[in-house]
T-cell receptor, first 114, second 112 residues
Framework: AQSVTQPDIHITVSEGASLELRCNYS??????LFWYVQSPGQGLQLLLK??????LVQGIKGFEAEFKRSQSSFNLRKPSVHWSDAAEYFC????????????FGRGTSLIVHP | DTEVTQTPKHLVMGMTNKKSLKCEQH?????MYWYKQKAKKPPELMFV???????INESVPSRFSPECPNSSLLNLHLHALQPEDSALYLC???????????FGPGTRLTVL
């Protein structure tokens, strides 16, 4: 079974600063990997996904993530954070093939200071 | 249309009431999901429907009753809920197999 760890419960950054949110997974092969964002009281929106191929993945809203097999990581990055990026971020891992039931990390809350 | 819609947006109910949550998608997805989410927590899977058949029930109490009338609709019938059932209820859909899920905006449920 797959599992995912988001080690940071909260991250605080200043507007305009760079951002990196950490995600580590456990799975026997190359998993499917996802980052979702959730604004307060809203549903989850997919930022980006990795299935195979290029390990640097570009997403929406200026986000990117890099799959590193050797570190079992899929960290999310953004070069310059905007106040509107304040939200909850969830990393998820899925097992290729068969029915798709992703496993979500506990989430990282991003706080942006002006 | 790449949207999952959910109604109502907010719902307040007493412990003796019967209500239903509705979810709709027109993306041709054949897998649909109900999740429960408490504040500052990840979504918890409740039910999965695949080709309109219930394929997973994560040991959810019988006061929650899912229904999939057709490939585009998913309902969650609620009866005799408890205050601890207050949460955000999210619906999602996906292509059959390992693809990303598309989430609706959720229904904020409060049980008094």
């Amino acid at each position: 079974a797959q599992s995912v760890t988001q080690p940071d419960i909260h991250i605080t950054v200043s507007e305009g600063a760079s951002l990196e949110l950490r995600c580590n997974y456990s799975y026997g092969a190359t998993p499917y990997l996802f980052w979702y964002v959730q604004s307060p009281g809203q549903g989850l929106q997919l930022l980006l996904k990795y299935f195979s191929g290029d390990t640097l993945v570009q997403g929406i809203k200026g986000f990117e993530a890099e799959f590193k097999r050797s570190q079992s990581s899929f960290n999310l990055r953004k070069p310059s954070v905007h106040w509107s990026d304040a939200a909850e971020y969830f990393c998820a891992v899925g097992a290729p093939g068969g029915s798709y039931i992703p496993t979500f990390g506990r989430g990282t809350s991003l706080i942006v200071h002006p | 249309d790449t949207e999952v819609t959910q109604t109502p947006k907010h719902l307040v109910m007493g412990m003796t009431n019967k209500k239903s949550l509705k979810c709709e998608q027109h993306m041709g997805h054949r897998a649909m999901y109900w999740y429960k989410q408490k504040a500052k927590k990840p979504p918890e899977l409740m039910f999965v429907y695949s080709y309109e058949k219930l394929s997973i029930n994560e040991s959810v109490p019988s006061r929650f009753s899912p229904e999939c009338p057709n490939s585009s609709l998913l309902n969650l019938h609620l009866h005799a809920l408890q205050p601890e059932d207050s949460a955000l209820y999210l619906c999602a859909s996906s292509q059959r197999g390992a693809n990303e899920q598309f989430f609706g905006p959720g229904t904020r449920l409060t049980v008094l």
